[in-house]
């Protein structure tokens, strides 16, 4: 699948998107774990400020 996703990303149309990846502090236990995405890069603020 890594393969497909860099293969898009690497067209024109996918330079606009970028990976990010944000660590969650759950409620419950207070273990951390990772939440990631591909957004488009004029909504990374956006991502991050959730």
Same mark, same amino acid.
């Given at each position: ?9 690497? !067209? $024109?149309? $996918? ?9 969650? +502090? !759950? ?5 951390? !774990? ?15 400020? +959730?």
């Amino acid at each position: 699948m890594a393969k497909k996703v860099v293969a898009t990303l690497k !067209s $024109g149309t $996918g330079k606009d998107f970028t990976k990010v990846i944000k660590m969650v +502090k !759950s409620e419950k236990n207070g273990a951390y !774990s990772l939440k990631e995405e591909i957004v488009h890069k004029d909504f990374i603020k956006d991502f991050f400020a +959730k």
